[in-house]
């Protein structure tokens, strides 16, 4: 297979993945959580004491829609906040979920790969310098493969977490877990700590995603539905 470019193609914006066995231009970018931005929606979770405030801060897309996650000194040292909704995973697939997070009165913030089970990855990020590391990973097991994470920082303070799992049979969704925290981790369980100190401190977060992607894509915005890969037939259109 071939191809040629004249002088008078326009490149702004083009998408040129060819799935050769259909003959098919894919579109592969995708979020299969409905609600990537608004997190106050029935698919986020809060721990007692953990608060969400919307449109807090500007995002990295330099909209006001960033939002802040905060924990009062009614928190129970529970999940401060997790996403569970149902993303129909394809099993052999990998998969890559990421979040967008910015230090505010904590520096620490810590996000989790799961589905509630124990088994899978925890990523630390330093939120002032951008150093990171990965404070649990469980390997292989009866749920993911082939787990892995990257952190990007990308504009006015705000990095990128992703991480990205390959689910086994009978494992359809993954669990996106974030803790704010003003300490770094020690030795506490499922790698994430506990903050010592309280008084409404957070961090804000943005942009939620999961993809069928062995790597981090470009972020897609949803509001109230997901959004899948398509394609069109190079011949046809359609």
Known sequence: MSSKVGP???LNGLVFAVDSPT???LNLNENLYSYSEDFSQSVWGKGNGANIT????TAPDGTMTASKLYLTSNYQFDIPFYGYQNQSL???VPHTQS???KAAEFMYGFVWLDNGSGWGITVEVNLKNGNWRITRNSGNNAYFTSMSANVTY???GWYRVAITATPVAGQYNTQLRVYPTNTPHTNEGFGQPNP???NNGGIYIWGAQTEQSPYVRDYVKTSGSVVNRSGNDIVTGK
């Open 8 to 10: 008078q193609a326009i």
């Open 23 to 25: 003959k098919k231009n």
């Open 54 to 57: 919307l449109n807090a801060a």
């Open 90 to 92: 394809t099993i052999g």
């Open 99 to 101: 979040i967008y997070i």
């Open 154 to 156: 990308e504009n006015n």
């Open 196 to 198: 010592v100190a309280l």
